[in-house]
């Protein structure tokens, strides 16, 4: 017989990534998930003493401040959650000798690319949202067995509520559906950037800073095309540029991740349109 199943610390599981991660990973850890109610990542008294009392072997740090447009004006809120807590959870991490998994965005770019984005391309957010991940990935990639890992357009998981879900859920009821036409990005099914994440940390990757997205690139109206495609769905969308849109926050318009880091640590990504294609199989909304 073996030992003791390993610890896992999930902070953020009351969110789409780490309800699902808690759940998913419950099979191979013991996993003890700490959603916002159970633990405020901003206090780092308390997050020194919830990360003793687990004695996690791994630490994923789920929790973010994700209202986009909101940051612009509550940005030190922004900051406490994304830069601040991401240091006392890293730090907590450490000092536990566990592995510390940290998610970012591909809001650190400011969408000025040609082609996808590589770990090594030079940041430079356009928002305070973008500014306070990006923060929080510099306070915290010095610390040992770290993972920072970016992920975006994520799609799947519990609640539903990326920009993929309500293009998905608007096909299903008939509604009109607004796309941007000119935002470029790589959508990242929820499933699977939990089991990349799960293959990393256990295959011993170089920590590091990985872009963990589903393979290929796509606007939101070619992904809501193929989304209606696979739902066998006249789509009725209603297509828009962000130049014609105003929000508080801007925007990067080509923000594509590039997962090759990643395949060459061992781990591949499925392409958007297969983990698009089980998610709404998942749902029981394709037909075939």
Same mark, same amino acid.
């Given at each position: 017989?073996?030992?003791a199943?390993p610890?896992?610390?999930?902070v953020?599981a009351?969110?789409?990534?780490?309800?699902?991660?808690?759940?998913?990973?419950?099979?191979?850890?013991?996993?003890?998930?700490?959603a916002?109610?159970?633990?405020?990542?901003?206090?780092a %008294?308390?997050v020194a003493?919830a990360?003793?009392?687990?004695?996690?072997?791994?630490?994923?740090?789920?929790?973010?401040?994700?209202?986009?447009d909101?940051?612009?004006r509550?940005v030190?809120?922004?900051?406490?959650?994304?830069?601040?807590?991401v240091?006392?959870?890293?730090?907590a991490a450490?000092?536990?000798?566990?592995?510390?998994?940290?998610?970012?965005?591909d809001?650190?770019?400011?969408?000025?690319?040609?082609?996808p984005?590589?770990?090594?391309?030079?940041?430079?957010?356009?928002?305070?949202?973008?500014?306070s991940?990006?923060l929080?990935?510099?306070?915290?990639?010095?610390?040992p067995?770290?993972y920072?890992?970016?992920?975006?357009?994520?799609?799947?998981g519990?609640?539903?509520?990326?920009?993929?879900?309500?293009?998905?859920?608007?096909?299903?009821? #008939?509604?009109?559906?607004?796309v941007?036409?000119?935002?470029?990005?790589t959508?990242?099914?929820?499933?699977?950037?939990?089991?990349?994440?799960?293959a990393?940390?256990?295959?011993?990757?170089a920590? #590091?800073?990985?872009?963990?997205?589903?393979? #290929?690139?796509?606007?939101?109206?070619?992904?809501?095309?193929e989304? %209606?495609?696979?739902?066998?769905?006249?789509p009725?969308?209603?297509?828009?540029?962000?130049?014609?849109?105003?929000?508080?926050?801007?925007?990067p318009l080509?923000?594509?991740l590039?997962?090759?880091k990643?395949?060459?640590?061992?781990?591949?990504m499925?392409?958007?349109?297969?983990?698009l294609?089980?998610?709404?199989? %998942?749902?029981?909304?394709?037909?075939?």
């Open positions: 017989m073996s030992g199943r610890r896992l610390l999930v953020g009351g969110g789409q990534l780490g309800g699902a991660a808690a759940a998913q990973l419950a099979s191979a850890y013991d996993v003890v998930a700490l916002r109610r159970d633990l405020d990542v901003r206090d %008294a308390a003493r990360v003793r009392a687990a004695a996690p072997r791994v630490v994923l740090n789920c929790s973010a401040y994700n209202r986009v909101d940051a612009e509550e030190v809120e922004a900051l406490a959650t994304n830069a601040l807590g240091l006392a959870l890293g730090r450490a000092e536990a000798g566990a592995v510390f998994v940290h998610y970012s965005t809001f650190v770019f400011d969408g000025r690319a040609a082609r984005y590589v770990e090594d391309d030079r940041p430079n957010p356009l928002s305070a949202y973008g500014m991940k990006l929080g990935e510099l306070l915290v990639r010095h610390l067995r770290t920072i890992l970016r992920v975006e357009s994520l799609f799947g519990t609640p539903a509520k990326g920009s993929l879900d309500r293009i998905v859920a608007g096909i299903a009821a #008939g509604e009109e559906v607004r941007f036409v000119d935002r470029t990005v959508p990242s099914y929820v499933p699977d950037v939990v089991e990349a994440t799960r990393l940390v256990e295959r011993g990757a920590p #590091g800073t990985y872009h963990v997205v589903n393979s #290929g690139t796509a606007t939101w109206e070619e992904i809501a095309l989304a %209606a495609r696979l739902m066998g769905r006249a009725r969308l209603v297509r828009a540029r962000m130049s014609e849109t105003a929000l508080p926050a801007p925007r080509y923000c594509a590039s997962n090759a990643l395949a060459r640590a061992g781990v591949a499925p392409p958007w349109q297969d983990a294609a089980r998610h709404l199989r %998942a749902r029981g909304l394709a037909t075939s």
